[in-house]
C-alpha cells in the first residue's frame, strides 16, 4: 500500500511499505527545478495507516508496523530514524492513498533544441556557422569546410618569435627578422 502526503508548496512525501520495506521518497519542484530524495528502513509490515506530523523544520513520520512504532524524521531533503517522538502539539497532515510507488512526481518539460546559430557580427569580428567562419581584421579561421572550399582560402601566417602576421612568401619576419620555416 502507498501513500502521499503534501507538505507545502512544491514538496510532497511518498511512503510505502513491501516486504516489510518501507521506502520514502522527498519530491520538491519549483518551476524549472525537479529534486527527489529517497530512503528505505526495514520496518515490518505496517498495521496502521501511516501518520505524518508537520514540525518546524520539516516532518515526522509515524509508522505503526508488528515489531513496534517508528519514527522517520524528514528535514529539507535528509530522512532519517527518529528516537521516539512528542507529537502531541504538532499538526497532522492528510494521507492520500495512491497506487504504484514511487508516485510519478510532477514532470517537466523537456527542453526545446536550440535554435541553429545566426551569422553575427561584433566590431570588426564575424561569425557564421556551417562551416564555421570567423573574420576579425585580416585574418580568417574555417573549420568544416570542404576541401575545394578549403583550397582556396587563404591561410594566415604568423612569425614564431614574435607573432607578427607574414605573408606565405616571407622568408623572414618584417618586425623581428626572424627566419621564417617555408
Keep these: 500500500m502507498a501513500y502521499s502526503c503534501k507538505l507545502g508548496t512544491g514538496r510532497t512525501l511518498y511512503l510505502d511499505n513491501a516486504n516489510g520495506q518501507t521506502t520514502i521518497t522527498i519530491s520538491s519542484s519549483t518551476s524549472g527545478q525537479q529534486q527527489q530524495a529517497s530512503s528505505s528502513f526495514q520496518t515490518g509490515a505496517w498495521t496502521a495507516t501511516p501518520e505524518v506530523y508537520l514540525t518546524t523544520n ?3 513520520v509515524k509508522l505503526q508496523a508488528e515489531r513496534g ?3 522517520i524524521r524528514v528535514h529539507g531533503n535528509s530522512i532519517g530514524v527518529s528516537e521516539a517522538f512528542s507529537l ?17 512526481a510532477p514532470s517537466m518539460e523537456p527542453m526545446k533544441p536550440m535554435e541553429p546559430m545566426k551569422p553575427m557580427t561584433m566590431g570588426d569580428m564575424q561569425i557564421s556557422m556551417n562551416p564555421m ?3 576579425m ?3 580568417e579561421m ?3 569546410a570542404s576541401s575545394s572550399a578549403q583550397a ?5 601566417r604568423f612569425c ?3 607573432g607578427t602576421g607574414v605573408k606565405p612568401d616571407d622568408r623572414f619576419c618584417s618586425q623581428c627578422g626572424h627566419r621564417l620555416g617555408n
Design 88 to 104: 502531541e502539539a504538532l499538526e497532522q497532515m492528510q494521507m492520500q492513498q495512491i497506487s504504484g510507488f514511487p508516485a510519478a
Design 160 to 162: 614564431s618569435q614574435c
Design 137 to 139: 581584421g585580416d585574418m
Design 152 to 156: 582556396t582560402s587563404t591561410t594566415q
Design 133 to 135: 567562419e570567423m573574420r
Design 58 to 60: 520539516g516532518a515526522v
Design 142 to 144: 574555417r573549420m568544416g
Design 69 to 71: 512504532s517508528h519514527y
